[in-house]
């Protein structure tokens, strides 16, 4: 009896931008751009001079933050509650840019490390409590023990 062939560690990157709503923009926008080394692609600013709306970018990815016509449907700074999303950014060198951003002091919430699906990642919390991980695909795909890939 032969044993299936392992399948492939998918090569796809998807083209999403995430829309993150949250009672202020700007320090959200700030720690993007501050700390992890986004850029300011755009921005809304509403009628009491706060930003409404901005985009930042880096390496092809983009992050929508924005804040909601309803405050109640924002998300509150630096609450405890874990988040139901996380983001999940590739950038073109992983270990330079691990090395970049915690040289500007972030944090790391889970170390660099290279995952049996063929990602090398690491993983950060920006200031509202999203986990945002950061990845370079290696092509190494070697599921552990008793894993069904199918």
Excluded at 47 to 64: E, L
Excluded at 88 to 111: K, L, M, P, S, W
Aim: some cysteine; glycine content about 10%; overall charge negative.
């Amino acid at each position: 009896m032969s044993t299936p062939a392992q399948p492939e560690a998918p090569t796809f990157r998807p083209q999403v931008i995430p829309s993150l709503m949250v009672q202020a923009v700007e320090p959200l926008r700030d720690f993007y751009i501050g700390k992890l080394g986004f850029e300011h692609m755009m921005g809304i600013v509403g009628k009491d001079g706060a930003f409404d709306f901005c985009i930042v970018t880096r390496d092809g990815n983009g992050v929508m933050i924005g804040r909601p016509e309803k405050p109640e449907a924002a998300v509150s700074l630096q609450s405890n509650v874990p988040r139901s999303l996380e983001l999940y950014i590739y950038v073109e060198n992983v270990d330079r840019y691990h090395a970049e951003i915690t040289g500007r002091g972030v944090a790391v919430v889970d170390a660099l490390q290279t995952q049996w699906w063929g990602d090398r990642t690491f993983a950060v919390k920006d200031p509202y409590g999203y986990q945002i991980w950061f990845c370079q695909p290696t092509g190494e795909f070697s599921p552990p023990e008793g894993v069904k890939v199918i």
